[in-house]
């Protein structure tokens, strides 16, 4: 069957093999909580079955680490078990690009990344470690899936259900493979998988500022911070991931990585040709 105008197969050229069989898909599984986080094994186990699953994850929690690669330092790459599982001591974004860029000598056709244990809503998505790790993906010329679980008072933490929420989403990318390159941040309300209501296509909401950051001393006597906690949903109405996860919605966000500012083009052009006075 041939992919819909502007979707991708996700066979590609010359990996069929030669009496015709489809070779199975290949999906890597990254997080940015560490290789031991909770919400990574429950989304191993949950798309175990579905692909052959490759782990390659950070040796520690590198919850904000963003889109930062080690640069300055040689990574080192552990092998947890027989040859699914490596832990390396770099980014998320470290641990997916040795993956697609010479680690191995067959080549992903996915990213999954998370579960990470809290919400990568909004401004978040900047700062996420789990989203980046799905964006170093982009190149793999398929959608790449980050999936959080929004934490929530009291009964959670619910892995199990996001992790079949991402079950559900890479199965259906199979089917109908979305346009190229697209990055899904999906986000699970921390709810059994019996109450959520459904998914929502959403897009970025915006947090209020953060929280003040935190001085304190340390045993020195020496004055030592702690980034302080994120905003709470500003921009959060209908239509915003922030307000699909309250109502009990699986917020789905389209991503795209072109931070240029399309609209300002022009003005801008314009401005730097007016003289700036003295
Ligand atoms: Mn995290």
């Not at 105008?5 to 489809?22: C, F, H, K, L, Q």
């Not at 909580?33 to 782990?55: H, K, N, S």
């Amino acid at each position: 069957m041939r992919p819909e105008d502007g979707a991708y197969s996700i066979v590609r050229p010359g990996r069929v093999t030669r009496d015709g069989e489809v070779p199975a898909l290949k999906i890597l599984l990254a997080n940015d909580d560490g290789y031991r986080a909770e919400g990574l094994r429950f989304l191993r186990e949950a798309l175990t079955g579905v692909a052959p699953i490759t782990v390659v994850a950070p040796d520690r929690n590198c919850s904000g680490a963003s889109h930062s690669l080690t640069l300055e330092v040689p990574l080192r790459v552990q092998r947890v078990d027989e040859d699914t599982w490596y832990v390396i001591n770099g980014t998320p974004t470290d641990c997916v690009h040795l993956a697609i860029t010479g680690l191995f000598d067959f080549e992903f056709d996915m990213v999954v990344s998370g579960v990470n244990d809290g919400a990568n809503l909004g401004d978040d998505v900047l700062y996420s470690g789990t989203v980046a790790a799905a964006i170093e993906g982009r190149f793999l010329g398929l959608p790449t899936v980050a999936v959080s679980l929004v934490a929530a008072a009291g009964g959670g933490p619910h892995f199990a259900t996001a992790a079949r929420v991402a079950r559900e989403l890479v199965l259906r990318l199979l089917a109908r493979p979305l346009h190229r390159s697209m990055i899904l941040n999906v986000n699970v309300p921390d709810l059994p998988y019996e109450a959520l209501q459904g998914f929502e296509v959403t897009r970025l909401g915006h947090r209020h500022r953060a929280k003040a950051a935190v001085r304190g001393l340390d045993p020195r006597g020496r004055e030592i911070y702690w980034v302080g906690a994120a905003g709470a949903g500003q921009d959060a109405g209908p239509g915003t991931d922030f307000h699909a996860v309250a109502n009990g919605f699986v917020s789905v966000t389209p991503l795209q990585v072109d931070l240029t500012r399309h609209t300002a083009l022009e003005s801008l052009r314009d401005w730097l040709r007016e003289p700036a006075g003295e």
